[in-house]
C-alpha cells in the first residue's frame, strides 16, 4: 500500500529524515515512534504531499507521490497534530466541503456523517461554528472528515492527543475496521501503551534514522515497547 524508498528531507545543513526505507502492507496498523524533533511529522507531511522532499521514492498503492500526487492524496487522508479546520464553517459544511472535494455521493456523505458524528456525539454541534469547538471536538471532526471519502490509507500524526477515553476507543475500533477491509494505517505516537497493544508492525526513528522496525514482536520481543524505546534512545545514532 505504502512504499517508502531512501528518502531523505533536510533543512538547512540538519538532515531532518536520513535515507528512511519502509513498507506498509495493506491491512496493517503501523506505528512510528520517535522523540521530538527525531523526523516523524517530515516524512508524514513527505508522504502526503505537503513537503517537497530531496530525494528518495514515495507510491501509494503503486503511484508516485512526485510524479501523481493528485491520484496519491485522492487514495489516502491526513490528520496532523493540530488540526488546522475552517473555523468560520459549522461542522456539518465542513464535512460536506470535504465530501465535494473528493466527489463524495449525497447518499454516501449522508451516512457516513450520520454513522460517525453518532459515534463520536457530535451529532447536535454540527450546527455550530467550528470556532465554539473544543480541541477534542476539532480533533473528533477531523478524524470524520478523513473517513468521509472511504480512503485505502490513513496517515495520523499524533491522533489520540485531546481524545477522550471513549473517542480513543472508538478511533482504534475505526482503524482496525479499515485495516481489516484491506486498508493502511500508519501514525506517530507517543504513547507507546497504545502502539503496543494496537499495531501490527512499528518504526522507530531516531535523529532522522530508522533505528528499529518490524513486528511488534520482532522490535520488542519479550521486553516491553517502552522499555525497548528507552534504550534505544539511550544509544548513540
Not at 42 to 59: H, R, V, Y
Not at 69 to 77: D, E, F, L
Not at 146 to 159: F, G, N, R, Y
Request: aromatic letters at 8%.
Amino acid at each position: 500500500m505504502l512504499n517508502i524508498e531512501h528518502l531523505t528531507k533536510t533543512y538547512g545543513d540538519k538532515k531532518a529524515v536520513d535515507d528512511l526505507s519502509l513498507h506498509i502492507a495493506s491491512g496493517e496498523i503501523y506505528g512510528f515512534i520517535g522523540h521530538n524533533g527525531a523526523g516523524k511529522t517530515t516524512t508524514l507531511k513527505s508522504i502526503a504531499g505537503i513537503l517537497q522532499f530531496d530525494s528518495g521514492e514515495i507510491t501509494i498503492g503503486g503511484v508516485s507521490v512526485r510524479r501523481d500526487p493528485v491520484a496519491c492524496k485522492k487514495q489516502m487522508a491526513y490528520i496532523p497534530d493540530n488540526p488546522d479546520l475552517y473555523e468560520f464553517m459549522t461542522g456539518a459544511k465542513y464535512l460536506n466541503f470535504i465530501a465535494d472535494i473528493f466527489g463524495v455521493s449525497a447518499e454516501d456523505r449522508k451516512a457516513r456523517i450520520h454513522k460517525y458524528a453518532g459515534m463520536f456525539e457530535l451529532t447536535d454541534d454540527l450546527a455550530q461554528p467550528i470556532a465554539a469547538y473544543s480541541h477534542g471536538m476539532k480533533q473528533k471532526l477531523a478524524i470524520i472528515s478523513a473517513w468521509m471519502h472511504d480512503p485505502k490509507l490513513i496517515l495520523m500524526d499524533e491522533p489520540f492527543v485531546g481524545l477522550d477515553p471513549k473517542a480513543a476507543h472508538l478511533l482504534k475500533e475505526m482503524m482496525r475496521e479499515l485495516c481489516d477491509a484491506g486498508g493502511a494505517i500508519f501514525f506517530s505516537t507517543h504513547v507507546l501503551e497504545v502502539a503496543e497493544k494496537l499495531c501490527d508492525k512499528v518504526a522507530i526513528i531516531k535523529g532522522g534514522k530508522l533505528i528499529r522496525s518490524g513486528t511488534m514482536e520482532e522490535v520488542k520481543g519479550d521486553d516491553s515497547l517502552e522499555e525497548v524505546f528507552l534504550e534505544l534512545e539511550g544509544e548513540s545514532c
